[in-house]
């Protein structure tokens, strides 16, 4: 950063400074600013990770989410009915700070914590062979959905990480019907609500990692994957930022 930059920089966070979205505290440095979040929060955020993921975390090979007593894989994706994905990779729990984090980012339109969420997914797809050649597939948002809230948070993070990782390949393949909101759906109601509703709208590619920012019931990503698989996708993956 030259001189005048930090002069500009400086004079800035003087007289408008900014704080961290999670424990509101002043924001002292460039790239803290660029994240919205202090050091000390990106700090617990993150934690000593391998391969993107917590090491102290035993995880399912199917789904992703943490193990409590089980080996390899998690109850219900033993006993589930077969998935359109191959394998799905989460970040964070939906849980405290990091429950905050995606309020933050999704509902108060944060883009900065786009730059943090971006820089976490690198290890896991560099970190991972089965994901070399992945296209990223980013969800789609729903009709109408960016004219009501001014923004797609899947989209900025794809265009973020993309920035992050120039050598990633970026399709935006699917497309949504008009359906229901999801958060205000159960279980039940969320998967019929997603059946049918996502379809290719152009070429798909051989091998697709698909983003989205938090599973629930893996209804969407479930459909997401049906809908490149009937496209012509050989391995489909996923990857959520938050698991709930």
Avoid at 21 to 29: A, D, M, P, T
Avoid at 42 to 69: A, D, H, V, Y
Avoid at 91 to 102: D, I, K, N, V
Avoid at 152 to 173: E, F, H, M
Wanted: charge should be positive; hydrophobic fraction near 40%.
């Amino acid at each position: 950063m030259n001189a005048f930059y930090k002069i500009l920089f400086w004079a800035q966070n003087f007289f408008f400074p900014q704080v961290c979205v999670l424990c509101g505290e002043n924001l002292n440095s460039a790239d803290e600013i660029r994240y919205s979040l202090c050091a000390d929060c990106c700090l617990s955020l993150s934690g000593k990770r391998t391969n993107g993921q917590l090491p102290e975390m035993s995880l399912c090979g199917m789904c992703g989410r943490p193990l409590i007593s089980e080996m390899n894989f998690c109850l219900p994706c033993r006993n589930g009915k077969e998935r359109a994905y191959d394998r799905l990779w989460v970040l964070f729990p939906y849980t405290g700070m990091y429950r905050r984090l995606l309020a933050a980012y999704k509902f108060h339109k944060t883009p900065g914590l786009a730059n943090f969420l971006a820089e976490k997914i690198p290890g896991i797809i560099g970190g991972n062979p089965e994901l070399k050649d992945a296209v990223i597939v980013p969800v789609p948002p729903r009709p109408g959905k960016i004219k009501q809230t001014g923004w797609d948070q899947i989209d900025c993070l794809v265009k973020k990480l993309k920035k992050t990782d120039r050598g990633l390949t970026v399709s935006r393949c699917l497309k949504r019907k008009k359906s229901r909101v999801q958060k205000k759906l159960d279980r039940s109601e969320r998967i019929l609500n997603m059946r049918g509703s996502i379809f290719a709208h152009k070429a798909a590619p051989l091998t697709a990692l698909i983003i989205d920012d938090v599973i629930t019931t893996g209804s969407t990503m479930e459909a997401c994957a049906a809908a490149l698989k009937e496209a012509g996708t050989q391995k489909v993956y996923g990857l959520c930022l938050f698991y709930d």
